[in-house]
């Protein structure tokens, strides 16, 4: 884990740099255990099979605090990928959407769309939420930012989307793809690297002509 603000050391040409950030009052101020980035860490443990390192940030609940994060993760310490948790109901604390759009350079609806869908499935309250993802350039850099849900079940669910069910609770065919399976062509299509995952989790999905051989260390 890394946790300076300098830009990290790639030990392959493929290793993507990502930022995860909890965004909690409560948790940032010693009153709770955040739950956040534990469940990001071991969801992305499980479900990246191409070498990457992680970044991370607890942090309080305000517009400046959360823009001025996330815009340290990209342009100083060159985070390829941003996933935020938290932060993004409709309480009057609740500002991470408004602070992840101020540092956009191109919003990306679909993954907000995306997520509300597969929430659905489970509470009619997840029309409540209000994540959004955005793309954020500099002049030789790029990345992906996504808000995600604070609930470690929801952003697994999120993440992997759902599966149909068999008899006895084995795990199906994909019903409703997560957001993730957008994420490595996303990450390729603004110039980062060439992420794999492990399709037991979640399959990434690009065009025939973007899929490539991993490149050797």
């Not at 409709?90 to 919003?107: F, G, M, N, Q």
């Not at 993802?133 to 850099?141: F, G, K, L, M, P």
């Not at 069910?165 to 199906?172: D, H």
Request: proline share 8%; hydrophobic share 40%.
């Amino acid at each position: 884990m890394t946790s300076a603000t300098s830009k990290p050391i790639r030990r392959h040409p493929d290793e993507i740099v990502i930022g995860l950030v909890s965004i909690s009052d409560r948790a940032s101020s010693g009153v709770y255990e955040d739950k956040g980035i534990p469940a990001l860490q071991e969801w992305l443990g499980a479900a990246l099979i191409s070498p990457f390192q992680v970044l991370t940030r607890l942090i309080q609940d305000d517009v400046p605090t959360i823009s001025a994060t996330l815009i340290e993760l990209v342009d100083e310490a060159g985070c390829d990928l941003v996933l935020t948790t938290g932060g993004t109901g409709p309480s009057r604390r609740d500002v991470t959407p408004e602070a992840t759009l101020a540092v956009a350079t191109k919003e990306m609806p679909g993954f907000g769309e995306q997520m509300r869908q597969i929430s659905l499935n489970f509470v009619p309250t997840a029309i409540l939420s209000r994540q959004v993802a955005v793309i954020r350039e500099t002049a030789d850099h790029a990345a992906l930012i996504i808000n995600l849900p604070g609930q470690p079940k929801s952003i697994r669910e999120t993440l992997e989307g759902l599966r149909d069910t068999e008899a006895g609770g084995t795990a199906g065919a994909v019903k409703v793809p997560g957001i993730f399976a957008a994420v490595p062509y996303c990450i390729d299509l603004i110039g980062g690297p060439y992420v794999e995952t492990n399709a037991d989790v979640v399959k990434a999905f690009r065009p025939k002509n973007a899929v490539r051989a991993p490149r050797p260390a």
